[in-house]
């Protein structure tokens, strides 16, 4: 609408069928050791066709297959006890690609205590994307995150104000009972990153 009320419309022209249900299959699988990790997935196995990205009966073929890999590492800086958390840092990289489209993440992710913060460059193929911010703080079960992404691409210059993202996690893992069930039991400890 234009600021007298009028409709504004555009050539955009709707699709036939809003409401589509389809069967889709991906796989991945991820390797680690105490100093390492990557993983490699694949989406969209089945390349269901949603009806919504046809375009002029050009698009038929299904949506196109996703890759991703990530790669990373924990730099222990300071171990922890029962009592307080170490003190960590974890360079990681993410390569994603669908048809033509890709991107690349690079960063980092580090904890001090119970506080920790992250830092991250987002690359699209073609241009710059964005900065990415993180900072929380974990207490108990429970692992309060904010993220801000600060835009540069050409998007910038539009008022978006970047992007705003607010997390809660609740880790089971760190509750009285689930410590009592691990002295009980071994199991495949993981990067403090995950946790």
């Given at each position: 609408?234009?600021?007298?009320?009028?409709?504004?419309?555009?050539?955009?022209?709707?699709?036939?069928?809003?409401?589509?249900?389809?069967?889709?299959?991906?796989?991945?699988?991820?390797?680690?050791?105490?100093?390492?990790?990557?993983?490699?997935?694949?989406?969209?196995?089945?390349?269901?066709?949603?009806?919504?990205?046809?375009?002029?009966?050009?698009?038929?073929?299904?949506?196109?297959?996703?890759?991703?890999?990530?790669?990373?590492t924990?730099?222990t800086?300071?171990?922890g006890?029962?009592?307080r958390?170490?003190?960590?840092?974890?360079?990681?990289?993410?390569?994603?690609?669908?048809?033509?489209?890709?991107?690349?993440?690079?960063?980092a992710?580090?904890?001090?205590?119970?506080?920790?913060?992250?830092?991250?460059?987002?690359?699209?193929?073609?241009?710059?994307d964005?900065l990415?911010?993180?900072?929380?703080?974990?207490?108990g079960?429970?692992?309060?995150?904010?993220?801000?992404d600060?835009?540069?691409?050409?998007?910038?210059?539009?008022?978006?104000?970047?992007?705003?993202?607010l997390s809660?996690?609740?880790?089971?893992?760190?509750?009285?009972?689930?410590?009592?069930?691990?002295?009980?039991?071994r199991?495949?400890?993981?990067?403090?990153?995950?946790?």
């Amino acid at each position: 609408m234009d600021p007298s009320g009028a409709l504004n419309p555009t050539a955009e022209q709707r699709p036939e069928n809003t409401a589509v249900t389809y069967f889709d299959i991906g796989a991945g699988m991820v390797v680690y050791t105490p100093h390492f990790y990557a993983g490699f997935s694949i989406r969209h196995l089945t390349q269901p066709e949603d009806g919504v990205l046809r375009v002029n009966d050009q698009i038929t073929d299904g949506w196109p297959l996703l890759y991703s890999l990530h790669v990373g590492t924990e730099i222990t800086l300071q171990k922890g006890n029962n009592r307080r958390a170490g003190s960590f840092i974890s360079p990681n990289i993410l390569v994603i690609r669908q048809a033509n489209f890709g991107q690349i993440n690079v960063g980092a992710y580090g904890g001090l205590g119970a506080f920790f913060v992250g830092t991250w460059y987002r690359h699209a193929w073609s241009n710059p994307d964005a900065l990415i911010f993180l900072g929380g703080v974990r207490y108990g079960i429970f692992k309060i995150g904010y993220t801000y992404d600060l835009t540069l691409s050409q998007l910038a210059a539009a008022p978006s104000g970047g992007s705003h993202e607010l997390s809660l996690i609740l880790n089971f893992e760190l509750s009285d009972a689930f410590k009592r069930q691990q002295q009980k039991n071994r199991f495949n400890d993981c990067f403090q990153l995950f946790r």
